[in-house]
């Protein structure tokens, strides 16, 4: 059996614990198995830049942030267009793998990486693949790998945030990623105890944002703390068209949003708001313990269906329990944050304040 495998896309705490629960279940339920390792994701298969891998290669990285392969990103939208080198990409990973004499290629990634590893099951090759994202926002599972360890960086920021906002009855903003969805900004506000949480489903409206800081001011809190997507966009933005938007951003002297908020409240409210970015740490260190179970148990499912040769199909969970779903329902779709989802409604019920008008 040959297996080609690699991490595509934005990387997370994760990976390493998928590949070694891929790994380690196919070297205990067959005799004979060969790992090839795509270094630096689907460029390695388009430039046949790869490692034979040995089974101790796999051991030992269980709490081992990143990914031992590398990550690239090779968008879907460029798919198409020759690399650099004047290389078809499509063209060249069909050949790697067909060169190589592959069974199947597994593939960790998330939403763009889906869609090429869909094109390349379209093409005839056999592709098994694993959610990996911190956003969360793979269409067709309920979690992805890399979430909770997000989830966790993010929080500890905005815990580490409370003790210098109160020192300074200041109001803090804390700019989480997720681009398109809000599902770290939502559930590492609640976790870290923030006031209002803005995220990219539901445009905010300034002036709601600092009703909600005068009202804590009136009820004798000091300080507050906004969790805020870098995807999240105002209400007044919201209503224009991409052109619109896009002419109207190149306008802002901001390096992201949250700076942009910052200068609004700090006009209308005349009070100390300050900036805080975790950035990529959120996608750095060793993975939490929830994500080595999740990523490693996912691993376990990939080459389960590796085993039974149940192609074209990406792990996922659903009602809480693992199952599979075809790459062609998966790619190109990004599962946003309902607006009326649960945790939404519990979070109003709380006093947190989603910007939104009542």
Not at 321 to 329: A, H, M, Q, V
Request: aromatic share 6%.
């Amino acid at each position: 059996m040959k297996i080609g495998m690699l991490t595509s896309g934005g990387d997370c705490q994760s990976p390493n614990a998928a590949m070694r629960g891929v790994a380690k279940t196919l070297y205990n339920n067959s005799n004979d198995v060969e790992i090839y390792g795509f270094l630096d994701g689907y460029k390695g298969m388009i430039t046949k830049n790869y490692k034979l891998m040995k089974e101790e290669d796999f051991s030992g990285i269980l709490t081992e942030g990143g990914t031992i392969l590398g990550t690239s990103r090779t968008p879907f939208k460029y798919i198409n267009e020759p690399d650099e080198e004047g290389r078809d990409k499509v063209a060249g990973m069909i050949k790697t793998y067909k060169d190589l004499k592959l069974d199947c290629l597994v593939m960790l990634g998330g939403n763009g990486s889906h869609k090429t590893a869909a094109l390349l099951s379209q093409k005839g090759l056999n592709v098994v693949t694993l959610p990996k994202t911190i956003d969360n926002d793979i269409e067709g599972t309920e979690m992805s790998f890399g979430f909770q360890s997000a989830i966790d960086v993010a929080t500890r920021t905005i815990d580490e945030i409370h003790t210098t906002a109160a020192s300074h009855s200041r109001v803090f903003i804390v700019e989480i990623m997720g681009h398109k969805t809000g599902w770290l900004t939502l559930h590492s506000g609640i976790a870290g105890g923030a006031d209002i949480i803005l995220i990219p489903e539901i445009p905010y409206n300034v002036d709601e944002v600092l009703n909600t800081i005068r009202k804590r001011e009136k009820q004798g809190k000091k300080f507050t703390i906004i969790a805020m997507a870098e995807g999240a966009i105002s209400d007044e933005d919201a209503k224009l068209s991409k052109k619109e938007l896009k002419e109207k951003r190149k306008t802002y002297t901001f390096p992201s949003v949250a700076y942009q908020l910052s200068d609004e409240l700090q006009k209308k409210a005349g009070q100390e708001v300050r900036v805080t970015i975790p950035g990529h740490v959120q996608r750095g260190g060793i993975p939490s313990a929830s994500d080595r179970i999740l990523a490693t148990r996912i691993g376990v499912e990939a080459a389960g269906l590796i085993l039974r040769k149940d192609y074209g199909n990406m792990v996922c969970i659903k009602d809480g329990k693992f199952s599979k779903i075809p790459l062609e329902e998966v790619a190109g779709k990004t599962k946003m944050v309902n607006v009326d989802n649960e945790l939404i409604r519990q979070a109003e019920s709380l006093g947190i304040s989603l910007g939104r008008k009542a």
